[in-house]
């Protein structure tokens, strides 16, 4: 079994986009004698577009569709829990907001196990008071990974 254990986790919807494809495009392209990767997308059961779950499967991605049913579902964190305790995942990378709190709660729960958090800061781009506490929310919990990716210098 590879030393590095991954889950590449995603909240989005429809098609995806930049980072959607960043994301599938490099979990394809990881060596696999040396990375073992999983990508889970958590999508609105009201999404009717959704489209990465094709994407994912045509590159031969272990992939999971994590349905939820509402905001904050918390069926997604026995979802996630599920995952990693299957694939044994010591390494959780995230992606946006809500995946970053996700994994910062299933690491919590699974406070036995050694799980690494890393995350991709990709951008904030809701420009509203709810953007902004979004935003803060995200900032608080990245203090708390193991380790922070950004986009750009801005970012």
């Known amino acids: 079994m590879p030393p590095i254990r991954l889950l590449e986790l995603r909240n989005t919807y429809k098609w995806g986009g930049g980072p959607d494809k960043t994301v599938l495009l ?32 045509a590159l ?18 026995q979802a996630i829990r599920d995952i990693i305790i299957k694939h044994d995942i010591n390494l959780m990378h995230s992606h946006d907001y809500k995946s970053d709190l996700f994994a910062y709660i299933v690491r919590f729960l699974l406070w036995r196990r050694r799980l690494s958090l890393l995350s991709t800061a990709h951008g904030w781009a809701l420009l509203s008071a709810r953007g902004e506490l979004y935003r803060r929310l995200d900032l608080f919990l990245l203090r708390r990974f193991d380790h922070v990716l ?3 210098h801005a970012t």
């Open 26 to 57: 490099s979990a394809a392209r990881h060596d696999p004698n040396r990375v073992s990767v999983v990508v889970a997308y958590v999508r609105d059961m009201h999404d009717h577009e959704f489209k990465i779950a094709e994407k994912a499967r």
């Open 60 to 77: 031969g991605l272990t992939f999971y569709e994590i349905e939820e049913r509402g905001k904050f579902d918390l069926r997604v964190l």
């Open 150 to 152: 950004t986009v750009s």
